[in-house]
């Protein structure tokens, strides 16, 4: 079955930098995986997608900060965050694109930066 794993969240200052990794199983070898988050009374935000063939999507707010990649086996992907903000703090997710995809599948990986 479909199986998705995050890791890698902490807790850091403002300026401070996180890597995520996301694996995951049992999708489409084609698959488009994104990372997600959800802050507390917020809705669920898609923040990075990759595709298959590397092409990658970010919303506003993280362009220049975050990167997402992908393994070569295309079975993990990861989030490079940099210069992070009090409001990236949030509850982050891997999933395929879509909607509603946060608590979809994986837990999460809780993301925490103080000021």
């Known amino acids: 079955g479909e199986h998705v794993v995050e890791s890698g969240g902490g807790s850091v200052q403002a300026g401070g930098s996180l890597r995520l990794s996301c694996t995951y199983s049992g999708f489409t070898s084609n698959v488009e995986m994104g990372w997600y988050r959800q802050a507390p009374g917020n809705d669920c935000e898609l923040i990075s997608t990759?595709?298959?063939?590397?092409?990658?999507y970010y919303l506003n707010s993280v362009k220049g900060r975050f990167t997402i990649s992908q393994d070569n086996a295309k079975t993990t992907i990861y989030l490079q965050m940099n210069s992070l903000k009090p409001e990236d703090t949030a509850v982050y997710y891997c999933?395929?694109?879509?909607?509603?995809?946060?608590?979809?599948w994986g837990q999460g990986t809780q993301v925490t930066v103080s000021s």
């Open positions: 990759i595709s298959s063939d590397g092409d990658t």
């Open positions: 999933a395929p694109y879509g909607p509603g995809r946060c608590n979809a």
